[in-house]
């Protein structure tokens, strides 16, 4: 079983900044792209950043230049890093990741974490 635990959510001022985390544990061969969405209250999930397994990243355009994405392939580990955080990133983050759970696998599976919420609010 995979399991994708997010942390590190919570409540920021207009302006400052959080890192948020999600670690994959269980039974996999590997992870392909992962990736945090988020969805603000009456609103659809929309993609905030992704990265490749070789690195590569994308960003909405709403924040561009304000948030950074990273991941840890020896700890199975994808972070976001928020900076100059606005009121309308308020909203719960969900991490999403691509595994393939086995080595003969013909495709990746796509699985989520349980999410995290992050209000920006003075």
Request: glycine share 12%; proline share 2%; with cysteine.
């Amino acid at each position: 079983q995979v399991q994708l635990v997010e942390s590190g959510g919570g409540l920021v001022q207009p302006g400052g900044s959080l890192r948020v985390s999600c670690a994959a544990s269980g039974s996999f061969f590997s992870i392909r792209d992962m990736g945090w969405y988020r969805q603000a209250p009456g609103k659809q999930r929309e993609l905030v950043a992704g990265i490749s397994i070789g690195g590569s990243t994308n960003y909405a355009d709403s924040v561009k230049g304000r948030f950074a994405i990273s991941r840890d392939n020896t700890k199975n580990t994808v972070y976001l890093q928020m900076n100059s955080l606005r009121p309308e990133d308020t909203a719960v983050y969900y991490c999403n990741a691509q595994i393939k759970r086995y080595s003969y696998s013909s495709a990746a599976a796509s699985y989520w974490g349980q999410g995290t919420q992050v209000t920006v609010s003075s």
